[in-house]
């Protein structure tokens, strides 16, 4: 079952933009906290950027001040999730995904997508 489908992605120079975009299918993320997570070749995967149900936004480190999330929860049945980039690096490059934040009555291990890889090279 698919439940979050991210696009996005793509090869972009160093200095470059990029929007990621993430369609939760299912009533029941529009409940939780959601963030963008990535995973670098040979790195585990990390929580880059979230947002709560109150909308309060939150930053790793190596991304405050490039990156910017938002959703949409308008439509219940289908909420969003954006992530845009700027002054991407190389060491952006990774595979992103969408996905709830850990909290009670919910994990995220239980909803991984495909993500959408990202690239940043000259």
């Known amino acids: 079952q698919v439940h979050f489908v991210e696009s996005g992605g793509g090869l972009v120079h160093p200095g470059g933009s990029l929007r990621l975009s993430c369609v939760a299918l299912?009533?029941?993320?529009?409940?939780?906290?959601m963030g963008w997570y990535r995973q670098a070749p040979g790195k585990q995967r990390e929580l880059v950027a979230s947002?709560?149900?109150?909308?309060?936004?939150?930053?790793?480190d190596s991304v405050l001040g490039r990156f910017t999330i938002s959703r949409d929860t308008r439509d219940s049945a289908k909420n969003t999730l954006d992530l845009q980039m700027n002054s991407l690096k190389p060491e952006d490059t990774a595979v992103y995904y969408c996905?709830?934040?850990?909290?009670?009555?919910?994990?995220?291990?239980?909803?991984w997508g495909q993500g959408t890889q990202v690239t940043v090279s000259s």
């Open positions: 996905n709830v934040l850990k909290a009670e009555g919910i994990d995220p291990n239980d909803y």
């Open positions: 299912g009533s029941v993320f529009s409940l939780y906290g």
């Open positions: 947002v709560t149900t109150d909308r309060n936004t939150d930053y790793a």
